[in-house]
């Protein structure tokens, strides 16, 4: 009788540390989150304990990669377990098709109740679908007091919600309310607790503005990348940390829509920093550095306050006793630079933005510790992954396959030995399309836009920051000559078409100009229309980010006598602007850093009131018109990424389109400014000449 008991309990004793069949599944995801920016990773840059547990008591990836390094698209290929071409999503201009299957809908047909809190970025046309419950930001979200929309009971009607604290925070209190209260305890769960940090612009939380104030962070090797060797496309990126950045990136201007004692708080922090900064005046590489310690401080807060909340969660199933039973999974969507070839963002191919954080832990099943170092891995294979957890089939049409051989320790012999990537968001930052295949140690990159056409080869095992390309070395003519067979090979299994569709258009990059209705020509942005007001009052405008990404359009405004620039949008990598240098009035547009100028033959009047209108015509020149009369035309071309700086009036407030060294403000008068999509009419113009 006791052998029998001592049996039982030891069956018991087992049973307890085994997986049960259908384990719950809470999915963390950051937006932007570098993996250099994860201790377990190795990099010594910051320390995450919370994140760090799910690698000591599970399994971390160092090679999972993402089939298009953006926000929005990724979100779409973990939903579907699709590459972009089949599920529709290619830029974050697009609407995500809700009605198509998606991993949730079968998790929900296989018994499992189904949560997404935090950021979506799918659209708000539709709440999300497949979801039992939903409280999602709007679009990006603030960092601060984010109004949500929340569909309590799946049915698909959303209401809007109002918060007041830190979004970080207020994601966590929804996602530890939702597990307490709104779960059924009867069912497995499947929750994805989405965060907007450390997205741009890096706004730390009330309880970490002065954390690392202290600290010196060391600089990237690649900091100051000449981006020799490559191909054109890494020199003319609109995404540098010394030309890009606007003051609100750097904190020179708080958020707007902080309550009065965020306020406060806020500038008790950055107020004394940013005395400082002025007053030192610095330039060239200085200025740099100085940019580069503000951002990487700013991004480490904004992680150091995900990782404590991320630690609230993981407690809180301790607490409760379902840790056990519990796989937490951590990701973003996409890798990040901090300072590598001295940039931001994502976008690429190369290491910093392909590789993308993947932590897992699965008690019973996980060996703890484990560091898996050589298997390709994706972000497509999750919702592969989910189904087999949940016992349900996998459908045929995805793209990926499930990970548990390998979280078992058994990787398939078969298992992928490349991996395929395509970016559509041309000019997002001035990254034009590309598409390449990595294989672990090389890539081959292919920039497949007409005017472009430019091909890369890397070796990571020689050239690791990725500074040279190899294609034209004759040592790798045969590696070549593999990699394109493979490219070839993985777009005929993926079922890539042979031109991106009419969909992959028109997002913040756009290739080719969308068709402009009349609708779509009205009247876009007008400023105080028909008053005369001081340059003080234009400053106090909120600011506009008008799309005016491979557009023709029309800008202007009246004026009287005076130098400076009437309006501008973007900074030294993208933008246009409007301007008058000794009395003479010129219209310049910047695309990839290259400048284009057309300007007046002769000075404004010397005394009333004058139209300046600057157009971009749809064979992308430019004109320049005083008095609705052609004052100078030339070369133009199209912007092919929206500039980052918004619409700046009476002078230039960030970086600089023009060719001129300050903010220039202007010195006489503006009125009446408008902005127009597509070539205004003579008529029109002569109404809005009519001052």
Known sequence: MKRLFYSLFILAASASVLPAAHPNVLFIFSDDHAYQAISAYGHGLNKTPNIDRLADEGMIFERCYVSNSICGPMRAVIQTGKYTHKNGFYHNNNKFDGTQQTFPKLLQKAGYQTAVIGKWHLGSHMAPQGYDYSEVLIGQGPYYNPPMLRD??????????????????????????????????????????????????????????????????????????????????????????????????????????????????????????????????????????????????????????????VGRVLKYLDDKGLAQNTIVIYCSDQGFYLGEHGWFDKRWIYEESLRTPFLIRWPGVIKPGSRNKTDIVSPIDFAETFLEIAGHDIPGDMQGRSLIPILKGKTPTDWRKSFYYRYYEDGGHGVPRHRGVVDGRYKLIHYYEEEIDEWELIDLQRDPNELRSFYNDPEYATIRTTLEKELERLEVELDIPDEDPPASYGGWGSKKPVPLSKEQKALVAAVENEQVFAIQSIKDKAPLKPNCVMKPFTVGAVVTPGDGVVLAQGGGGMGYTLYVKNGVPRFGIRKGGAYLEVKASSPLASAGKTLLTGVLDRDSKMHLLVNNESAASGRGQYLSGLPQDPLSLGEDRSSFVGQYKTTNPFSGTISDIRLYWGEVTEEERGAWAKH
């Open 152 to 309: 309590h009971d799946g049915d698909g009607v959303s209401e809007r919600v109002e918060h007041v604290g830190y979004t970080t925070k207020v994601i966590t209190d929804l996602t530890l309310k939702w597990l307490e209260e709104g779960r059924d305890p009867d069912q497995p769960f499947m929750l994805m607790y989405q965060h907007k940090a450390p997205h741009r612009e890096w706004a730390p939380g009330p309880d970490y503005l002065t954390m690392y104030d202290d600290v010196t962070f060391p600089e990237p090797e690649t900091l100051f990348d000449d981006y020799a060797n490559r191909a054109s496309p890494a020199r003319n990126q609109d995404m540098s940390i010394e030309k890009t950045m606007t003051p609100r990136d750097l904190k020179l201007v708080p958020p707007g829509n902080l309550t009065p004692g965020q306020l406060n708080k806020w500038n008790a922090a950055y107020g004394p920093k940013n005395k400082a900064f002025e007053e030192a005046r610095l330039e060239g590489k200085e200025l740099v550095r100085w940019k580069y310690q503000r951002y990487i401080k700013d991004y480490l807060r904004c992680i150091a306050s995900v990782d404590d909340q």
